[in-house]
Each structure stands twice: as structure tokens, then as C-alpha cells.
């Protein structure tokens, strides 16, 4: 039984160990986007990205998380959509508050976690990049 023990313990660093700096950042930031994304989020949109009914449209299957409106999404979450939204062809009129005690760090984490779980991303969004879309948010 020791010995099985000690092999998968190797078996796991060694997976560990393939990991690039760069995987092992976006794992983080997938993990802390989550836990934010459970204290802000998941109360309209649900644990599974479904949303609600008529209400909160969803996040899973959602054709609003695309690339093209990554910084429509960053700006939203900040400072809220107050006009209606249309999501995989349905309106959707309740307003989203938005939560502008988000720091930059928490809404590249936030997004991060969101493209990568609902959006077909595997990379991280950067401080960075977040920083450039709130500069230009309306």
C-alpha cells in the first residue's frame, strides 16, 4: 500500500511539473474567478451559468461571451447594464448592477473565469487588457 501511495504521489508532481507557468497562472485565475464569480455573480446568473428564467440571461451556451464583446463584458460588470440585452436571440430587460469596487485583478480574474468556463477560452485575460476596455467604457 506504501509503495502505491508514494507512486501516485510522483504520478502527481510529475503532472504537476509539465505544467507551464503560464497554465499554472491561468488555473489560479480560473480558481480566484470563481470564488468571485460565487460572491457576485452566481445569485442572478446560477451555478451553472443557466441565468433565470425571463430575468438574468445565461452565461453557459451564451453567444454574448465572444471575443468581439470581451470589453462590453468588463465594462458591464463594473458599471452594470442599465439598457436590455439580447442573449442567443431573447431580450433580456431586468438591469444588471454593476460592482465597481471590482479592481482591475478582480475583473481579469472574474473574466478569466467566465471565458474559460462559458466563453471557449483557455488563456487568461491580463490586467492589462482589462485596464484598456474600463478606459474606454462609456
Known amino acids: 500500500m506504501k509503495t502505491f501511495v508514494y507512486l501516485l504521489f510522483l504520478a502527481l508532481l510529475g503532472l504537476t511539473a ?12 480560473v480558481a480566484e474567478g470563481f470564488d ?3 460572491k457576485s455573480c452566481m445569485n442572478c446568473h446560477q451555478a451553472q451559468g ?12 451564451s453567444d454574448f461571451l465572444t471575443a468581439s464583446n470581451k ?15 439580447r442573449v442567443n436571440g431573447k431580450l ?6 454593476g460592482n465597481t469596487a471590482l479592481k482591475a485583478l478582480d475583473l ?3 473574466t478569466t473565469f467566465l471565458y474559460n468556463e462559458w466563453g471557449n477560452e483557455k488563456k ?15
Open 108 to 110: 481579469a480574474v472574474l
Open 124 to 138: 487568461i485575460t491580463d490586467v492589462t487588457e482589462v485596464e484598456k476596455a474600463l478606459a474606454k467604457c462609456p
Open 18 to 29: 509539465c505544467q507551464s507557468e503560464e497554465e499554472i497562472k491561468r488555473q489560479q485565475y
Open 71 to 85: 470589453a462590453l463584458v468588463i465594462c458591464g460588470m463594473r458599471n452594470g447594464f442599465q439598457h436590455p440585452l
Open 50 to 61: 443557466e441565468g433565470m428564467a425571463n430575468l438574468y440571461p445565461p452565461l453557459a451556451g
Open 36 to 38: 468571485l464569480y460565487k
Open 92 to 97: 433580456y430587460r431586468q438591469p444588471m448592477p
